[in-house]
Every structure is written in structure tokens, then in C-alpha cells.
């Protein structure tokens, strides 16, 4: 069970929540972060953090489906994004709320990074996750 909470006392947060609380004994998936490369290595997006963000969310999925679980299942992301610029994160941010990431809400932090592993990556996110009883192991 997932309890997503939002602190009455604390500014409301953009889409996410400020806690998500796990009972014990739950399976959780801790992932690698997700980068925007397609299934033979090729950046995805060159130039473009918002493509970028599609990819990183479409390959996030992949890997929650090869465990079991699934967006819906997300506790917690690190978003970070190569920029300074407070548009360009909020570019990023969007297509984050739009692929259903936010429909927990989860708890999330949203970094503006210098650089990140790959040649012309923009953006990576890394997530947390529950792996419902029964999915296969």
C-alpha cells in the first residue's frame, strides 16, 4: 500500500506529494536512472530536453515493466536536467506530469545539473518504485 501525503503545514508542491510511505515487507524496485537513449544506444533528442524527457519516460516504463511494476507504482524520481533556466526545467517538468508520473502524486525533486554521462544527454530520472504482489520476479 502507497501512501502519498502532501504536509498541511508546507506550501502545496506542483504535482507531487512532499512524503510517500511504504508499509514494510513491500518489494521495491530501485532504479538506474533512465537516460534517452533508444534500443541500440542512439541519443534521442539531440538538443531537445523535452524529446529528451519522452524517451527517458518511455525507456522509465520499460524498466518498470521488466520488474513487474509500473508508472502508477512510482514513489519517488530525481529529474535532473542539464540547464540553468528555470523554463527549460518547467519544459521538462510538463512532459514528466503528462505521462501520468504525477498521478500519485509522487514525491519528486527537480535538479537544473552542468552535465550528465552521455555525449548531448539533457536528462536523466531516477525512481523508486513499488513491485505489486504477484508481478513476476
Sequence with gaps: ??????????????????????????????????????????????????????QVISNLREQLRTVGSDLDHVLSTDVYVVSNEP???SSVWEVVEASGLSAGPHASTLVGVACLGYPGQLVEITATAVVPEGAPS
Design 1 to 54: 500500500m502507497i501512501q502519498r501525503v502532501t504536509a498541511p503545514a508546507l506550501f502545496p508542491p506542483p504535482g507531487y506529494s512532499h512524503v510517500c510511505v511504504v508499509e514494510a515487507g513491500t518489494k521495491l524496485a530501485f532504479l538506474a536512472g533512465a537516460v534517452p537513449l533508444d534500443g541500440e544506444g542512439r541519443l534521442v533528442g539531440e538538443g531537445d530536453p523535452p524529446l529528451q524527457a519522452e
Design 87 to 89: 523554463a527549460v526545467l
